[in-house]
Nanobody, 123 residues
């Protein structure tokens, strides 16, 4: 059974940093592209970042630019999202996701999802 479990969310002031982590089990982790998405109630889910199976390639959503960094550790079955210079508009539930269907950064290819972790940025 595939499980993705996020951790690291919380409350932070604008300009601060948080690091999210996602632990994967039940899959051969290195075979899966990994990603982070976020959702605000009443809005569509938004792509945040994706990382290739090897970890050598990454892609980011326009709204996070170079403030966020995605990384992975295939030996530990973990993917992380370092979030710097956080803004109130980054407030959302953040979800870890995985897929093994071709190119790593295809937004709608992800089909395994974690339960989400809340990030709240105060102004």
């Amino acid at each position: 059974q595939v499980q993705l479990v996020e951790s690291g969310g919380g409350l932070v002031q604008a300009g601060g940093s948080l690091r999210l982590s996602c632990a994967a089990s039940g899959v051969t982790f290195s075979n899966y592209a990994m990603g982070w998405f976020r959702r605000v109630p009443g809005k569509e889910r938004e792509f945040v970042a994706a990382i290739s199976r090897s970890g050598l390639a990454t892609e980011y959503g326009d709204s996070v630019g170079n403030r966020f960094t995605i990384s992975r550790d295939n030996a530990k079955n973990m993917v992380s999202l370092q979030m710097n210079n956080l803004r109130p508009e980054d407030t959302a539930v953040y979800y870890c996701a995985a897929h093994n269907e071709g190119f790593y950064a295809v937004r709608n290819a992800f089909y395994y999802w974690g339960q989400g972790t809340q990030v709240t940025v105060s102004s």
